[in-house]
């Protein structure tokens, strides 16, 4: 299900998306979405790595962890 969003950009930004939109064929509006959906990637990568950084950098290397082998068992 789609559902419509109205967005108004300044003229710089909206010049830069029918440029993009006239290279590759594409509408405005779908430009937009795809550059949202790409931003909304970044965003969520970016989440997740801080998350990751901050819980590694709280991680005892030094015993702290268990060998992939006592995790997964070996294969016989």
């Known amino acids: 299900?789609?559902?419509k969003t109205l967005v108004?950009?300044?003229p710089p930004v909206r010049s830069a998306v029918e440029k993009i939109a006239?290279?590759?064929h594409l509408s405005v509006s779908g430009v937009?979405?795809?550059l949202i959906k790409e931003s909304l990637e970044i965003y969520e990568d970016s989440y997740f790595?801080?998350?990751a950084a901050s819980r590694e950098d709280g991680f005892n290397w030094r015993g702290g962890s268990l060998?992939?082998?006592s995790v997964w068992g070996r294969r016989k």
């Open 1 to 3: 299900m789609t559902s």
């Open 67 to 69: 060998s992939h082998d």
């Open 32 to 34: 937009c979405r795809e």
């Open 8 to 10: 108004v950009l300044e």
């Open 49 to 51: 790595a801080a998350g």
């Open 22 to 24: 006239r290279r590759e």
